[in-house]
Each structure stands twice: as C-alpha cells, then as structure tokens.
C-alpha cells in the first residue's frame, strides 16, 4: 500500500520556543496515534522560518521534554481511550 498523504493527521503539537525542537502526537489513517520527536524550526537571516532534522538533544531540550511528556502521556491516552 502506498502513501498516502490525505490519511496523515497530526493530532496535538508542542514546540520549545528556546530551541526551536518540536514534538507531535501523529496518527496515519486509522493507526493508533505515536509521538514524533521533530523536526527543529529556526529563523533564517531573511527572518522567515525554516525546519531542519531534530539531531542530538541539548540539555536544554531534554528538560523541555521531560516536562512536556507528562502532558503528552495524558493527551496520548485520551486518543486511546476514545478508540477503545
């Protein structure tokens, strides 16, 4: 089966205004929902903004995250329940 980008839905973001890292909650078609990690956003010299991989995590992201997974854990389990 091929991809198809129309069955791709992202359900809930966050973004670490220091670092610029940004982490999903995903879902394709009718799969269950899974945590992205990714990508990195930036503003470029001209001031537009741009994306660029997540790479090696700064201490700083690694703390934003863990404060973060709390929230993401509760809101994962609400799309579990509601499947279920």
Known sequence: MAYDASKDQVLDTWENEETGLQISINRYGDGEPKLQIGPRTY??????????????????????????????????????????
Do not use: H, P
């Not at 001209?46 to 790479?55: E, N, V």
């Not at 690694?62 to 579990?80: G, I, K, S």
């Open 43 to 84: 503003t470029k010299k001209d001031g537009t903004r741009g994306t660029t991989r997540t790479g090696r995590l700064s201490m700083a992201d690694v703390l934003w995250l863990e404060e973060t997974m709390v929230e993401v854990r509760d809101r994962m389990n609400q799309y579990f329940l509601e499947e279920g």
